[in-house]
């Protein structure tokens, strides 16, 4: 026994190697054969590739990978877009069926106001509903920007030309239609400034721009003097007129010093001041709110 001699193993291997040869040969036929199947002719490492570009992973990085990658970020755009139509026309009211349910079962449209800077309050015609104290006057006492103010009187006068001093204004009142002479007067906290506000109701804003024409030094709002210790002075001494328009109502002031001085440039200042406050905390809201809604706020 022992090892087997050379010749005898060369003669025992020797099928095997050929079988190892065919394998080779056969591998080497199918790959030929599959990349004439698949395009033209080439290596097997063609052919291998050729199998590759048929197929879409995402983690390739050749351009096969890009049209699937492309045509998914368009689907999510469209999807984007049709979102945000949906978006758009139920903001619009399109897609909201209760919304068009009530506009079938509402009642007839609202009329139109008047148009234009004063609106309802363009004249008595469209603002017919008279004036009242409490409306122009609603608050005893306020607050504007930490300076504080006190109404002590108001008075309805029976005829216009009782509230005003000055036969131009008196005269320009009577052309004017005036209906309605409404007076209120005050005083600030410290009790040094004191004034009257006056509201004449005249036909059309044509007239009550005549009215304010005619207001001077010699025709204003008579100085409405209350029965407190403060604005029963008013009325005496130096103090300051003035007249303004919204619509067809004119608004008249008179402020001064509660000493009756006149005024330097610092009390002038104070004076301007309290007017500004007063007149757009009553008057001025209140007239503002018909020129909106065509009727008093109470």
Request: glycine share 12%.
């Amino acid at each position: 026994m022992g090892f087997p001699e050379q010749s005898e193993s060369s003669t025992d291997d020797s099928t095997p190697r050929r079988s190892r040869k065919e394998r080779k040969e056969q591998q080497a036929a199918a790959a030929a054969a599959t990349a004439g199947a698949a395009g033209p002719a080439g290596s097997e490492q063609d052919g291998a590739a050729g199998q590759q570009s048929r197929m879409w992973s995402p983690y390739d990085e050749g351009g096969s990978s890009r049209g699937p990658l492309w045509f998914a970020v368009g689907g999510v755009v469209v999807l984007a877009l049709l979102v945000g139509g949906i978006v758009i026309m139920w903001k619009s009211g399109g897609a909201d069926p209760s919304a068009a349910s009530a506009a079938r079962h509402s009642s007839a449209p609202l009329p139109s106001g008047p148009t234009g800077k004063y609106g309802y309050a363009v004249d008595r015609e469209n603002d017919p509903e008279p004036l009242t104290v409490k409306e122009l006057f609603a608050a005893k006492k306020f607050t504007v920007t930490g300076r504080s103010y006190e109404m002590t009187i108001t008075s309805k006068d029976k005829k216009c030309t009782d509230g005003v001093l000055g036969d131009k204004l008196q005269k320009a009142l009577k052309s004017g239609k005036c209906t309605q002479f409404i007076r209120a007067s005050f005083r600030d906290k410290a009790g040094k400034v004191i004034g009257t506000v006056g509201v004449a109701n005249l036909k059309t804003s044509g007239t009550a721009g005549k009215v304010a024409a005619a207001g001077s030094s010699k025709s204003y709002v008579k100085p409405l003097a209350g029965k407190d210790e403060v604005t029963k002075f008013l009325g005496s001494g130096s103090g300051g007129a003035k007249v303004w328009t919204h619509g067809h109502y004119a608004i008249l002031v008179w402020f001064q010093n509660k000493d009756g001085s006149k005024p330097d440039k610092k009390g002038s200042k104070l004076l301007f001041q309290a007017v500004d406050d007063i007149t757009k905390a009553t008057v001025f809201k209140a007239l503002e709110h018909r020129s909106v809604t065509g009727s008093p706020a109470v």
